[in-house]
């Protein structure tokens, strides 16, 4: 996928809950060597978005000088994610007329400048514009059309944005760190880069990553991602229904709900008594506050419930539930909560897994489950887009086209 690309990469994933920064070795196969982790407790940043610039780049200092320390490497460059920011989708259909001549990079050219025309919603910057297909006058879903003879030249272009003030900051954030931004992805799709298998990618599948602060979402299809969004609801949102609902400090609810909380109720919930916190009297021991782990539990699962059910309107509402197949695959942080692959399965109909970063060496057992998705799949992608030029999205970092080949790479040099 990337054949050639050798020497260090590096990944940021800014999240609400964590900073994680990754340092790879890249191999000439395709192959990725993880040789620096560092993580960190997410400070001033909240649904995926900077709101505290000091707080967050003290953060994220503390994550990837762990990184270099473990990895004995210093790095300039970084690949990061985009998890909040109200990431916008939208598919764009164009034509010109070949005349029935050979198509050639002449005409790719001419259809991509048409594709210029497209208008993003107000306030949003280009995070992706990524050809998911071409049409040669009836036939669909070419890959690449050079060579051939028609009449007609269609393109399918999915453009990825997200809000220009969120991706600003983010981008002032890091600078101040010292660091360069190569690229910024979308976190679902970033995601599906380290979780999915060639034929989910194929035949359809919806990443579904649980973050703390936000839940994204990418449908695949024929080899591309076709679909983006976000919803502003995550794991920490769990926790603090748990802490308002038990009266007890938000570290002790995430606590409570790491060990004892679970999606799906079982018959053993209501004999089974956890102690509870109760704010302001931590130290106190006179008084031991006990529940059945049922209200825990009936607290937890309407908060997913409702999260599931949002993924599926938002789905219905795109066109994407039929597109996407019965495959989900579920990652994140908070998609290790005891019965989210369950009751996924129940609200959404379909066939669901959990997954985790493949084809990447190096990762220690508590860093290769679904936590880290996100920030091994922007080290997949700082390999695909190999080759290729930084683009600027009205002042904010961008990121060039997803295709891969030679097809991607002459997209993303021309496009």
Same mark, same amino acid.
């Given at each position: 996928?990337?054949?050639?690309?050798t020497?260090?990469i590096?990944?940021?994933d800014?999240?609400?809950?964590?900073?994680?920064?990754?340092i !790879?070795?890249?191999?000439?196969?395709?192959?990725?060597?993880?040789?620096?982790?560092g993580?960190?407790?997410a400070?001033?940043v909240r649904?995926?978005?900077v709101v505290?610039?000091?707080?967050?780049?003290?953060?994220i $200092?503390?994550?990837?000088?762990?990184?270099?320390e473990?990895?004995?490497?210093r790095i300039?460059?970084?690949v990061?994610?985009?998890a909040?920011?109200?990431?916008?989708s939208?598919t764009?259909?164009?034509e010109v007329?070949?005349?029935?001549h050979e198509i #050639?990079?002449?005409?790719l050219?001419?259809i991509?400048?048409?594709a210029?025309g497209?208008? $993003?919603?107000?306030?949003h910057?280009?995070l992706?514009?990524?050809?998911?297909?071409?049409?040669v006058d009836a036939?669909?879903?070419?890959r *690449?059309p050079?060579?051939?003879f028609?009449?007609?030249?269609?393109?399918?272009?999915h453009?990825?944005?997200?809000?220009t003030?969120?991706?600003r900051?983010?981008?002032t954030?890091?600078?101040?760190c010292h660091?360069?931004i190569?690229?910024?992805v979308?976190?679902p799709y970033?995601s599906g880069?380290?979780?999915?298998v060639? *034929?989910?990618?194929?035949l359809?599948v919806?990443?579904?990553?649980m973050?703390?602060?936000?839940?994204?979402?990418a449908?695949?299809?024929g080899g591309?991602v076709?679909h983006?969004?976000?919803?502003?609801?995550?794991?920490?949102?769990?926790?603090?229904?748990?802490?308002r609902?038990l009266?007890t400090?938000?570290?002790?609810a995430e606590?409570?709900?790491?060990l004892?909380?679970s999606a799906?109720p079982s018959p053993?919930?209501?004999?089974? $008594?956890?102690d509870v916190?109760l +704010?302001g009297e931590e130290?106190s021991?006179?008084?031991?506050n006990?529940?059945?782990r049922?209200i825990l539990?009936?607290?937890i699962?309407?908060?997913?419930?409702?999260?599931?059910?949002?993924v599926?309107?938002?789905l219905?509402f795109?066109?994407?539930d039929?597109? #996407?197949g019965?495959?989900?695959?579920?990652?994140?942080g908070a998609?290790q909560?005891?019965?989210a692959?369950?009751l996924? !399965?129940l609200?959404?109909?379909?066939q +669901?897994?959990?997954?985790?970063?493949l084809?990447i060496?190096? $990762?220690?057992?508590?860093?290769?489950?679904?936590?880290?998705s996100?920030?091994?799949g922007l080290? /997949?992608f700082?390999?695909?887009?190999?080759?290729a030029?930084a683009?600027?999205a009205?002042?904010v970092p961008?990121?060039?086209?997803g /295709?891969?080949g030679?097809?991607g790479?002459w997209?993303r040099?021309?496009?």
């Amino acid at each position: 996928m990337a054949k050639g690309r050798t020497g260090l990469i590096a990944a940021l994933d800014v999240g609400s809950t964590k900073i994680s920064c990754f340092i !790879a070795h890249a191999h000439g196969d395709g192959a990725i060597r993880v040789v620096g982790i560092g993580h960190h407790a997410a400070q001033g940043v909240r649904g995926g978005a900077v709101v505290d610039m000091d707080a967050a780049q003290t953060s994220i $200092l503390t994550a990837v000088s762990a990184a270099e320390e473990l990895a004995g490497e210093r790095i300039r460059e970084v690949v990061v994610n985009v998890a909040g920011g109200e990431l916008a989708s939208q598919t764009f259909a164009m034509e010109v007329p070949i005349g029935g001549h050979e198509i #050639a990079e002449a005409e790719l050219r001419r259809i991509l400048a048409q594709a210029n025309g497209y208008t $993003l919603p107000a306030e949003h910057a280009m995070l992706h514009r990524i050809p998911v297909g071409f049409t040669v006058d009836a036939t669909r879903g070419v890959r *690449d059309p050079r060579g051939l003879f028609a009449q007609k030249l269609g393109i399918d272009l999915h453009v990825v944005s997200a809000r220009t003030g969120i991706l600003r900051n983010l981008a002032t954030c890091v600078e101040r760190c010292h660091l360069d931004i190569e690229a910024a992805v979308a976190a679902p799709y970033a995601s599906g880069l380290a979780c999915l298998v060639e *034929d989910e990618v194929d035949l359809g599948v919806t990443v579904v990553d649980m973050g703390g602060g936000t839940t994204t979402i990418a449908v695949f299809y024929g080899g591309e991602v076709v679909h983006t969004d976000s919803i502003p609801v995550g794991g920490n949102h769990v926790t603090s229904d748990v802490a308002r609902g038990l009266s007890t400090p938000v570290i002790h609810a995430e606590r409570m709900k790491t060990l004892y909380g679970s999606a799906v109720p079982s018959p053993a919930d209501e004999r089974e $008594l956890i102690d509870v916190p109760l +704010v302001g009297e931590e130290n106190s021991q006179t008084q031991a506050n006990h529940v059945p782990r049922s209200i825990l539990n009936g607290i937890i699962r309407p908060r997913v419930e409702e999260t599931f059910e949002l993924v599926r309107s938002r789905l219905n509402f795109a066109g994407m539930d039929r597109i #996407a197949g019965r495959r989900l695959v579920l990652t994140g942080g908070a998609s290790q909560l005891q019965g989210a692959r369950d009751l996924a !399965a129940l609200v959404l109909e379909k066939q +669901v897994r959990v997954g985790r970063p493949l084809r990447i060496s190096g $990762l220690a057992d508590s860093t290769s489950g679904p936590a880290f998705s996100t920030c091994a799949g922007l080290l /997949r992608f700082a390999l695909a887009r190999h080759g290729a030029s930084a683009e600027e999205a009205e002042g904010v970092p961008g990121v060039s086209p997803g /295709r891969l080949g030679r097809l991607g790479q002459w997209l993303r040099e021309n496009f």
